[in-house]
């Protein structure tokens, strides 16, 4: 009997699908801030402060709620073939850049101005009231930025001499 039980528990408990597990970057801009923000499916949220010339890494712990609002948004959003999408006339404004990593593949997305899929920007704006209701403690972690960094920083131009001399 006792053999039973125990057989049927684990057929339960196998039957429960995993979780998905969640490695995903979020980064704001505009002309009075720039973060990032560091989701990897436990319950710390990871924030990076790049207004400056050094850039700040801090935590804060998110709550269930938080937790399964972040998770349930990212395990139904879709990302759209364009990796950008940038209003022509607009230079300055909102920048929202999203990574989102799992075994196989990365997602990407640049928006910016108010351009691009709608689901976004209310993720974002999710991920910004999510964070003003949190403590967060400075930390010397090390977040790995450079991959979205390069779909978010400006390439330097290669320096050039002009001969006055002629």
Same mark, same amino acid.
């Given at each position: 009997?006792?053999?039973?039980?125990?057989?049927?528990?684990?057929?339960?408990?196998?039957?429960?699908?995993?979780?998905?597990?969640?490695?995903?970057?979020?980064?704001?801009?505009?002309?009075?801030?720039?973060?990032?923000?560091?989701?990897?499916?436990?319950?710390?949220?990871?924030?990076?402060?790049?207004?400056?010339?050094?850039?700040?890494?801090?935590?804060?712990?998110?709550?269930?709620?938080?937790?399964? #609002?972040?998770?349930?948004?990212?395990?139904?959003?879709?990302?759209?073939?364009?990796?950008?999408?940038?209003?022509?006339?607009?230079?300055?404004?909102?920048?929202?850049?999203?990574?989102? #990593?799992?075994?196989?593949?990365?997602?990407?997305?640049?928006?910016?101005?108010?351009?691009?899929?709608? #689901?976004?920007?209310?993720?974002?704006?999710?991920?910004?009231?999510?964070?003003?209701?949190?403590?967060?403690?400075?930390?010397?972690?090390?977040?790995?930025? #450079?991959?979205?960094?390069?779909?978010?920083?400006?390439?330097?131009?290669?320096?050039?001499?002009?001969?006055?001399?002629?």
């Amino acid at each position: 009997m006792k053999i039973c039980v125990i057989i049927l528990v684990l057929i339960l408990l196998g039957c429960n699908s995993p979780k998905k597990k969640h490695d995903f970057i979020f980064f704001k801009w505009n002309i009075q801030e720039s973060s990032y923000l560091k989701f990897n499916s436990s319950d710390t949220l990871y924030c990076v402060d790049a207004y400056g010339i050094k850039k700040q890494t801090s935590f804060a712990i998110l709550n269930k709620d938080q937790k399964e #609002r972040i998770e349930a948004i990212l395990d139904t959003i879709t990302f759209p073939k364009n990796e950008t999408f940038e209003d022509s006339g607009i230079d300055d404004g909102q920048t929202y850049a999203f990574l989102l #990593r799992d075994i196989s593949k990365s997602n990407k997305l640049k928006i910016h101005g108010s351009a691009g899929p709608k #689901r976004f920007w209310y993720l974002g704006e999710v991920l910004e009231k999510i964070t003003l209701d949190l403590q967060f403690t400075k930390t010397n972690k090390k977040i790995d930025l #450079r991959e979205i960094d390069k779909m978010v920083k400006m390439e330097l131009p290669p320096l050039f001499v002009i001969d006055t001399l002629q």
